[in-house]
């Protein structure tokens, strides 16, 4: 069965910094788009960026641009999420994704089971 399995979530104050993890099991995902989404209670599941199965090509949510890094070791099968400066309304559950570049979250195949990121004092 594949799997995506995100870590690295928790409690962070205001203009802090995390890093997320994205390791898929049951294959390797070094060929596949990738992307990351949040959602927070009550509201919709956004993007927040993705990046091509080379890691040349990233795209960012306005929201986060210049704030957010994504990236990714295919040596180590492995996707990351930088987060800095981060804000109260970062607070969400943060997902990865694989199989599109797109936007939206109906084009990906394969999901995690998200990560709590909460940005508070």
């Known amino acids: 069965q594949v799997q995506l399995v995100e870590s690295g979530g928790g409690l962070v104050q205001p203009g802090g910094s995390l890093r997320l993890s994205c390791v898929p099991s049951?294959?390797?995902?070094?060929?596949?788009?990738m992307g990351w989404f949040r959602q927070a209670p009550g509201k919709e599941r956004e993007f927040v960026g993705n990046i091509n199965w080379t890691g040349r090509i990233t795209n960012y949510a306005d929201s986060v641009k210049g704030r957010f890094t994504i990236s990714r070791d295919n040596a180590k099968n492995t996707l990351f999420l930088q987060m800095n400066s981060l804000k109260p309304e970062d607070t969400a559950v943060y997902y990865c994704a694989a199989g599109s570049m797109s936007t939206k979250p109906y084009d990906y195949t394969y999901w995690g089971q998200g990560t709590q990121v909460t940005v508070s004092s």
């Open positions: 049951g294959r390797t995902f070094s060929s596949y788009a």
